[in-house]
């Protein structure tokens, strides 16, 4: 395997065929309080509020999008009706990891059809003893095999999934032609230099951690999946713009600003966080899915402080 994401390799190399350079948002999923169902109404109205901001893009079903707690038809439903409302020159990336190599491949196909641009796919986790690199090699080559659409890997967090992609294997399926990135939402700077120093040069490495997006940047990576982006997209996209200027500066006192919100609120609380924060704001939040509960008022009250001291409570 040949080194250094900007140096010389040896390998073919993933294609971009989806230029992942930006920030993306990882949608929350709505779900109707009386019915359960997913209320595709307010869905469509966060998507707006959020495409009219700099952001490349939308990714559904992921982790803040509940992608576990939803079937198949739930997953369908979200892809048409973001693809309704997002426009073309804007990115949108489905989740679709499954248990299973043949559901993961079912679930993208799916995707292919409804819209999708690229999947985002997290690593099996259940029968984690035996997801060594061999088998988890081996799924993931098999989905790219079949993929219609461009593969990003998900190195989910780790008290999530507790399944970590080895650098190696990263590596290795970086020269897959149809993998073409990762999202990395360890919030370990030095793993995510490992994934950066030993993938081929033309792969695509995304953050996770909205508190990390500048120092990402720093280190090569092209943007981030972020789900403090569902509360803040204008600032985080501002971040990446104030780089790509060389306004390092800039990038690094705003990034000081908002990085209290994703430790506050996306680590600690993860989706039913992101959710209640966005009641707060004036969007589309709702309570999770169970077996998630939504925040006690202990909870709420100190999220609030969060927002506050952000200056996004009026």
Known sequence: MSEGRRGETTGGGASSEADLAGVLIPSVTPFDPVTGEVD?????????????????????????????????????????????????????????????????????????????????????????????????????????????????LYQVPLKFSTVELPTGLVAELSEHPRVIGVKDSR??????????AHVTRNFQVLVGDGSRLSAAMEMGAVGGILGVANLVPGEMAAILEAFRQGRTGEAGRIQERVAPLHTGIVARYGAAGVKAALDLLGLKGGLPRAPLRGLDEKELAGMRGVLAAADLLS
């Open 40 to 152: 595709v109404v307010a869905l469509r109205a966060n998507l707006r509020r959020w495409v009219a901001e700099p952001v490349r893009g939308i990714v559904v079903s992921g982790s803040t999008g509940e992608g576990v707690l939803l079937d198949p038809e739930e997953r369908r439903r979200i892809l048409e009706a973001a693809r309704d409302v997002i426009p073309s020159y804007r990115l949108l990336i489905a989740g679709t990891g499954a248990e299973s190599t043949r559901q993961t491949i079912r679930l993208t196909r799916d995707a292919a059809g409804t819209g999708a641009n690229a999947v985002l796919v997290q690593p099996p986790s259940f029968f984690r003893a035996q997801m060594d690199g061999r088998a988890l090699g081996n799924h993931y080559r098999t989905v790219a095999d079949e993929s219609p659409l461009p593969v990003i």
């Open 187 to 196: 919030g370990d700077l030095g793993a995510l230099g490992k994934y950066l």
